[in-house]
């Protein structure tokens, strides 16, 4: 994720079927479910915490990761940090939580941003206690906490970073000194198939337009499955292409491909004093407004893309859960608040549907 200041009886010729008591032959062919129907929803510790009684679509108190799960969300992602400032992503918090999302029967995928704070295409600061290390013992760094995250968690799913159209660990692994980010990606990968060898390995690009290059330098590297970012505000507003590009990727590479990130907006208000990062009918895909079923049938529509393609492996939608927790008067509070998937009186929105197997 990046971030900006704030400023979804038949017949055929020759042919009729009878129908049997047990089966209706007028039912649609069944389509096989999506392997991964995620939600990120790393802020939920947090919004557990503020005290916030959040409600499913009937207006009944319920916790958050209960209604995902009803709703038909197999996977939830959560976002690995190395030491932040709070223990919102720490080790220690992930740990507990991803144990708590396998009790519920859901998959856990976990994002590591080799980062104390926020990584994407443009940030890829080195966590602290790596930031005077030679490259060699960066290296042996990234295995050990991977093998440390990994072995401990044992998820279905990994990121070997996020976003990492320009690398990772700047500046000795951007994409400028390409050997050595491939070595960095490499000796994460490995930890992940020494210690957790039952993992899928994902690598993350932000977007779509551009993938292609970046996976000619890394698609020959171990990993399972191609991930993708797909916001229409920063990453384009043709479908077609979206479907194409994603086609076109898993052809060439031999592997599927999962929207790792998407969200989009349920209204242009706020509720919060902290800024949006999207409030402007321009951001937005004409066809789909900025209301309650805008960001449904945007997330239905989403969910087909990938269904109907031979190498979708899924969805994730990012920031469900990031709801105006810290109360309607904080300055600090989200930035995402009209893109959650509950709204602003807590209650979960229809846009959930798009999970449903």
């Known amino acids: ?3 900006f200041k704030k400023i979804a009886i038949f017949s055929m010729a020759g042919f ?3 129908c049997s008591p047990e089966k209706d032959c007028c039912d649609q062919p069944e389509i096989d479910p999506l392997e991964i129907r995620a939600v990120d929803a790393s802020f939920l510790p947090e919004v557990r915490t503020s005290g916030v009684v959040v409600q499913n679509m009937d207006g009944q108190a319920e916790d958050m990761l209960s209604t995902l799960q009803k709703a038909g969300v ?11 400032a709070s223990p919102t992503s720490g080790f220690r918090q992930v740990k507990d939580f991803a144990a708590e999302v396998k009790s519920k029967g859901m998959k856990v995928w976990l994002c590591l941003h080799y980062s104390d704070t926020w990584a994407d295409p443009g940030h890829q600061a080195k966590p602290a206690a790596w930031a005077n290390l030679n490259y060699e013992v960066l290296q042996d760094s990234v295995y050990e906490f991977t093998k440390m995250i990994a072995g401990s968690i044992q998820p279905e799913y990994i990121q070997i970073g996020n976003e990492i159209n320009a690398g990772l660990l700047w500046p000795e692994g951007a994409i400028s000194n390409l050997n050595q980010m ?3 990606l490499e000796k994460g990968i490995k930890a992940v198939r ?10 993350h690009y932000a ?12 698609g020959s590297m171990d990993f399972d499955l191609i991930a993708l970012s797909y916001y229409p505000f920063w990453h384009g507003k043709n479908f077609f292409q979206l479907e194409h590009n994603i086609t076109q990727l898993g052809a060439n590479f031999g592997k599927k491909v999962v929207i ?11 509720n919060d004093q902290t800024n949006n990062v999207i409030g402007l009918s321009e951001q937005i895909h004409p066809d789909y407004p900025a209301s309650v079923e805008g960001q449904r049938i945007f997330l239905l529509r989403i969910r087909d893309i990938v269904r109907n393609n031979t190498y979708g492996a899924g969805f994730c939608y990012w920031g469900a859960e990031w709801v105006a927790f810290k109360g309607n008067s904080a300055t600090d509070g989200s930035p995402w608040e009209n893109l959650a998937l509950w ?15």
Do not use: C
Request: hydrophobic content about 45%; overall charge negative; cysteine-free.
């Open 16 to 18: 009729v079927f009878s």
């Open 74 to 84: 197999n996977t939830i992602r959560i976002r690995v940090w190395n030491n932040p």
């Open 194 to 203: 020494d210690h957790s060898p039952n993992t899928r390995v994902m690598i």
């Open 182 to 184: 491939k070595g960095l």
């Open 343 to 357: 709204d602003f009186n807590f209650r979960a929105l229809p846009a959930l549907e798009a999970f449903e197997e």
């Open 260 to 270: 790792a990130e998407t969200a989009y907006p349920f209204t242009f208000t706020w």
């Open 1 to 3: 994720m990046m971030f």
């Open 207 to 218: 977007g779509h337009q551009e993938a292609a290059g970046f996976f000619n330098q890394v």
